[in-house]
């Protein structure tokens, strides 16, 4: 590169998205300078270790510089200097609004806040920027860049971009960001459903991925212990492992589940739970750092992820690192992950029959326990670690700033 990047998003970094923490220690690794940037500073209960304390300290927070009068009008006599970047850059903020009072005053908040966060790149010299989360954040990704001639790129997640993608604009962001990384093959076709055809080719697939050294444990042998991992939302179908599980307990009454996460829902678990009497059997565990988390997968016999509605989960890619079986939902990108019957069992969300017996299998024969395990560890390590994703995306970082892009949707190897 020419020099150095930043990254965006909207909290960074924060106990649920460790992997965009990950993704930019490998980029560094690969010799890059990346700058960490978010819109709003993350609660310190979301910094589970000294990891991410130490990032949390090296951020530059948008909205806390916005909030000075000094810094603000600075970002916007600097941005007046090139008055016809500005002016489109508002152009751009009105039209990209999907129209009304509230959501056209924010595309003008986000306006300011590009303005802020365009004068700090400026000033330290960086040469592109990459959002992670395609939503408001990536909004501000595109006015910054429009008003100042830095280039941006984003990655696409889902699902909930996928919901509102006109809301969002995701044809418009796609349209003018130098490249996308789509996270999974599912993803890519969606952001492909939403932009026109000339943009196809600038849509790259970037895994995420995981350091499989820090889940190389041996398999374990007690068959009772299962592990969530994730927020504590409706959209992540808790209910129905819990019927799963009560169901379970007759036949396997030293049956335990652990938690680890926290979120909206948790008072309304935690009351299902003893409704259901199930508290004897259930640890909340909240927010764990990747260490603790680690040291749960090694000592649990499953991990389950009984979602409605997900990207590619960077939890079930621990789990298999970890030799675990895991028991998930067949939506989105997950089967591009999860092999069914090889690596884990993959069901119908919603459908707790199929849940139980998917979990009734695992707890029953420790041989396919050891089998799903290896394959899902086989698995990860071919095509979800961590450096060689950031390898992949420092390759398109390097070819798009030099003019000569890679022309394949994935690394040469893998295509």
Same mark, same amino acid.
């Given at each position: 590169m020419s020099g150095p990047i930043a990254y965006l998003t909207g909290e960074y970094p924060r106990a649920t998205d460790t992997f965009i923490q990950r993704e930019v220690a490998a980029l560094r690794?690969? &010799?890059?300078?990346?700058?960490?940037?978010?819109?709003?500073?993350?609660g310190p209960e979301h910094h589970t270790g000294p990891e991410q304390r130490l990032e949390a300290a090296q951020t530059f927070h948008v909205l806390e510089a916005a909030t000075s009068p000094l810094r603000l009008i600075r970002a916007h006599l600097a941005a007046f200097r090139r008055p016809k970047r500005w002016l489109s850059a508002l152009c751009l903020a009105w039209r990209t609004s999907p129209g009304g009072i509230k959501p056209t005053l924010y595309q003008l908040i986000y306006l300011v806040e590009a303005a802020v966060l365009a004068d700090h790149l400026r000033r330290r010299g960086i040469t592109h920027l990459h959002n992670h989360i395609a939503k408001s954040s990536c909004t501000v990704a595109m006015l910054m860049s429009e008003m100042s001639g830095i280039p941006y790129s984003f990655t696409l997640h889902g699902p909930d971009i996928f919901f509102e993608p006109y809301r969002w604009r995701?044809?418009?962001?796609?349209?003018r960001a130098r490249f996308v990384a789509c996270i999974s093959e599912f993803c890519r076709s969606q952001a492909m459903a939403f932009s026109a055809p000339k943009h196809w080719a600038k849509l790259h697939i970037v895994h995420c991925g995981v350091?499989?050294?820090?889940?190389?444990?041996?398999a374990r042998g007690a068959p009772a212990h299962l592990l969530f991992v994730g927020r504590l939302a409706a959209v992540k179908g808790v209910p129905v492992l819990f019927a799963a599980l009560r169901d379970l307990l007759p036949a396997h009454p030293d049956l335990h589940l652990t938690?680890?996460?926290?979120?909206? *829902?948790r008072n309304d678990l935690e009351r299902m739970a003893q409704?259901? &009497?199930? @508290?004897?059997?259930? @640890? $909340? %565990?909240?927010?764990?750092?990747?260490?603790?988390? %680690? &040291?749960?997968?090694a000592q649990s016999t499953a991990l389950v992820l009984p979602s409605f509605a997900e990207g590619v989960p960077v939890v079930l890619m621990e789990a298999m690192a970890a030799r675990l079986p895991v028991i998930t939902t067949r939506i989105a990108g997950v089967p591009e992950l999860v092999e069914d019957g090889k690596s884990g069992f993959v069901v119908a969300p919603g459908d707790e029959g199929a849940l139980r017996a998917a979990l009734a299998s695992i707890l029953g024969d420790g041989d396919l326990r050891r089998a799903m395990g290896e394959a899902g560890r086989a698995k990860v390590l071919a095509e979800f670690t961590s450096e060689a994703e950031g390898a992949w995306l420092a390759e398109l $970082? *390097?070819?798009?700033?030099? &003019?000569t892009p890679p022309l394949t949707k994935r690394p040469e190897a893998d295509a």
């Open positions: 690794a690969h &010799g890059m300078v990346v700058e960490t940037c978010s819109m709003r500073r993350t995701l044809d418009e962001k796609i349209a350091d499989p050294a820090r889940y190389d444990a041996p938690l680890v996460g926290d979120g909206p *829902e409704a259901m &009497g199930l @508290t004897a059997h259930l @640890t $909340f %565990a909240g927010y764990r750092s990747q260490s603790e988390v %680690a &040291g749960l997968l $970082f *390097e070819g798009y700033a030099t &003019g």
